[in-house]
């Protein structure tokens, strides 16, 4: 059975700093990724990508994080972290974990369908 668990939002002050886990089982995922709800949007279909990364090593991140934001697989397996730092109000959000575990789905690309498996999401609120 595949879970995935994300842990580590909060409430902050815009300039500050948060770190984002993710932990999923039931595979060995080639890909991982945050993404996040869109302001005003409350659909599952309505969610942007933030950063991803892959079992080539492939990484993309949003352009409005990049620079800020840094995703890395842990080292304990199917970890995930993302370091935000000089966070904005406008990153509030909720933020959810994704995975799969087919590289040619879901390598290099921000499509929600390539991600089979997320988590409930944990929130990220940033005060101005």
């Known amino acids: 059975q595949v879970h995935v668990q994300e842990s580590g939002g909060g409430s902050v002050q815009a300039g500050r700093s948060l770190r984002l886990s993710c932990v999923a089982s039931?595979?060995?995922?080639?890909?991982m990724g945050w993404f996040r709800q869109i302001p005003g949007k409350e659909r599952e279909e309505d969610r942007e990508?933030?950063?991803?990364?892959?079992?080539?090593?492939?990484?993309m991140y949003k352009d409005s994080v990049k620079g800020r934001f840094t995703i890395s697989r842990g080292s304990a397996r199917n970890t995930l972290i993302l370091e935000m730092n000089n966070l904005k109000p406008e990153d509030s959000s909720m933020y959810y974990c994704?995975?799969?575990?087919?590289?040619?789905?879901?390598?290099?690309?921000?499509?929600?369908?390539?991600?089979?498996?997320w988590g409930q999401g944990t929130q990220v609120t940033v005060s101005s």
């Open positions: 039931g595979y060995d995922f080639s890909c």
């Open positions: 994704a995975a799969d575990n087919w590289l040619p789905r879901c390598e290099g690309t921000w499509d929600l369908a390539a991600y089979n498996y």
């Open positions: 990508g933030v950063a991803t990364i892959d079992s080539n090593g492939r990484i």
